[in-house]
């Protein structure tokens, strides 16, 4: 098996007397979609900022490439490669797409006192990448606050898959997404990972794991509850884990397959 | 490549029309109030309000004032605020007037040391904005009073009890940097001018105008650098993005307290500039120089367009907002009407600047 890219060792998370994370191993290597599943609250968002340097874990170790590391920002993660598409976006409405797609990460020409953001070159990227994920803008210069929910989604993804050498984070990247735009995010993570990346995908939904997935570990109240390989579990069973067992299999029958 | 993307364009996406391009400006709302002030005067103003000396007269409070305004802007776009501007002005006031006159320094060093001591209370300023999470408006209102506070106090402590530091002009009337940050600039210019009749002159032959005041050509400086590290650097975007949602800066790898803070910096600054110039024109500086510029600057860069809550505004638009406050405020006195309705003129303005700018960012965020 190859190193992973990153390794997040025994990571527990306290916020004032709430423990959202309690001890949570997790690791995820080049070329690979490791998903991550757990029911509301469980803990998979707080988890990922601790990957992606927002929070400090209270105790844990975070292994980059081998090395210990400690991120003090997420400037330092993104300067790592490791990008991530939050699950609130991180996009500011009044701002147009290109300035939001680069913001923090402005390409700029020219030297010394003479160098600027280069809004040309930038316009042109933001809209190719929109392009590949099946979304035509208006213009470049349109402010996200006019875009709908699953088009503000989709350029929260372009962006990170444009700047995420490394890593790639999905915190239920598909939550305000039509058939078709699922479909293109699913297969723009394959097509990612197909070029070596290592992608974290979270997610709600089995079907869409059980797509892209090559491993999927369950959350459950802080914890993990255990991490499987493609082939080595079923989607019902994931489902049942993520409900945290016995729950779910009393709803069963009466739902049959709706969920 | 912008070929083939023009191709492939939605048929559901008309084009934009000119007016619709127009109404994203956020200076727009400062154009349009200027051509209104503008229209006013011309119909209700004595003709000499629009003579060359007329226009200096209105320009140079503007320009001093708008100093202040694009700071206020800036940090305003940045999701900040700083009522201190006003006690700021007092206090690098004191600070340069005592190192120019108590100390004696060269200009040379008096001007730099006077922007570093401004820039650090600006960086106490905002370090105990960010650290404590406070609201800007609460601390910086806490400073507006230590700071004109520490200004009486001082100028009385450097001067053995008056509120009042003279003699500024007698140490830097001969200062070789003096004519950048006092005075009128191209005054060559200006009575060659005269010499072949193209402006108005005395009977000496001397022109009325001397020369452009060196704040106008500051003012008019700071406007354009402002305007370009707005919209096309990096630092720019960050702005923007600090004051749109620090959280979303923040994750997205914009070192949100940095631009936080280096813009409360920025904002001494300009207030040191504003102190520097103004206590050499006078020759002085006393404990009220300065007194509710923050409102002012504030109100001048909402006209602007700047929102109150951030993210969203122009430094040019700051730019016309202080030209219209020069105006209204000068302007009454070429006109008939009693000049204490200033007040109700200038807060109607803020009204109807306020109404206008929240009318445009519900059609900017699509909002409805
Ligand atoms: N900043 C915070 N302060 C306090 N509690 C938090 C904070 N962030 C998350 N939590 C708590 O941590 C738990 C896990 O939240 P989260 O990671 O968002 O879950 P998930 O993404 O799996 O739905 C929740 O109980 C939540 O209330
Ligand atoms: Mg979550």
């Known amino acids: 098996m190859t190193h992973p890219i990153i390794h997040m060792q025994d990571i527990k998370k306290h916020f004032g007397n709430v423990i959202a994370l309690n001890g949570v191993t997790f690791d995820v290597t080049a070329g690979e979609c490791h998903c991550l599943l757990g029911d509301n609250g469980a803990g998979k968002s707080t988890f990922i900022k601790t990957m992606s340097g927002v929070h400090k874990p209270t105790s844990g170790e975070i292994l980059f490439e081998g090395k210990p590391l400690s991120f003090s920002s997420p400037r330092d993660a993104m300067e790592a490669g490791i990008a991530t598409v939050f699950q609130d976006l991180a996009m500011i409405p009044l701002m147009s797409v290109t300035r939001n797609f680069f913001m923090g990460r402005e390409p700029t020409k020219g030297r010394g006192l003479a160098k600027r953001f280069d809004l040309n070159a930038a316009n042109d990227i933001c809209m190719e990448e929109m392009r590949k994920m099946g979304i035509n803008l208006r213009a470049p210069d349109q402010a996200v606050g006019t875009l709908s929910g699953g088009e503000r989604q989709t350029v929260a993804i372009a962006r990170a898959v444009y700047f995420g050498a490394k890593v790639l984070i999905l915190d239920e990247p598909t939550s305000a997404l039509g058939v078709r735009q699922t479909s293109n995010v699913l297969s723009t993570i394959a097509r990612v990972r197909a070029q070596g990346v290592g992608v974290v995908f979270i997610s709600h939904n089995v079907r869409h794991a059980m797509a892209v997935g090559d491993r999927f570990t369950v959350l459950n109240r802080g914890q993990t509850l255990g991490t499987a390989r493609k082939g080595e579990i079923t989607s019902a069973e994931l489902q049942d884990l993520m409900a945290g067992g016995q729950e779910l299999a009393t709803l069963d029958t009466s739902l049959g397959d709706t969920i | 490549m912008s070929d083939s993307v023009q191709i492939q364009t939605d048929e559901r996406i008309g084009a934009e029309s000119f007016g619709a391009k127009l109404m994203k400006r956020p200076e727009l709302g400062a154009v349009a109030g200027l051509v209104l002030v503008l229209v006013f005067f011309l119909i209700t103003a004595d003709r000499s309000m629009f003579t060359l000396a007329g226009v200096i007269n209105f320009m140079t409070p503007a320009a001093q004032l708008g100093i202040l305004a694009i700071g206020a802007s800036l940090l305003m776009i940045g999701g900040e605020f700083d009522l201190s501007i006003g006690s700021m002005v007092a206090f690098s006031g004191l600070f340069f007037a005592a190192a120019t006159v108590t100390m004696g320094l060269p200009l040379i060093v008096a001007i730099p040391l006077t922007f570093v001591f401004s820039a650090a209370v600006g960086a106490v300023n905002g370090a105990i904005v960010i650290r404590s999470g406070l609201p800007s408006f609460i601390v910086t209102l806490a400073f507006l009073f230590i700071l004109r506070g520490l200004s009486l106090v001082g100028l009385k402590l450097a001067t053995g009890g008056s509120t009042q530091l003279r003699g500024v002009r007698d140490v830097v009337e001969t200062d070789w940097l003096a004519p950048v940050f006092s005075g009128d600039a191209f005054t060559g210019v200006f009575a060659m001018l005269a010499r072949n009749g193209l402006i108005e002159t005395f009977k000496s032959g001397a022109p009325k105008v001397p020369g452009l005041p060196v704040e106008i050509l500051w003012f008019a400086a700071l406007a354009l650098v402002a305007t370009y590290v707005l919209l096309r650097t990096p630092a720019g975007n960050w702005i923007f993005a600090s004051g749109g949602d620090a959280n979303a800066a923040s994750n997205s790898g914009v070192p949100v307290k940095a631009v936080k803070i280096s813009l409360f910096m ?50 040019i638009g700051a730019f016309f907002g202080a030209i219209i406050f020069g105006m209204v405020v000068i302007g009454l006195t070429y006109t008939g009407i009693d000049q204490d309705w200033f007040q109700v003129f200038l807060g109607g303005m803020l009204l109807l600047a306020v109404l206008f700018n929240n009318a445009i960012r519900k059609r900017v965020t699509g909002e409805r």
């Open chain 2, 266 to 315: 920025l904002t001494a600054c300009c207030a040191a500039l504003v102190a520097i110039i103004t206590v050499m024109d006078a020759g002085s500086t006393d404990a009220r120089r300065g007194f509710q510029k923050e409102f002012e600057a504030i109100i001048a860069s909402v006209i602007g367009g700047c929102l109150l809550t951030g993210g969203y505004g122009s430094a």
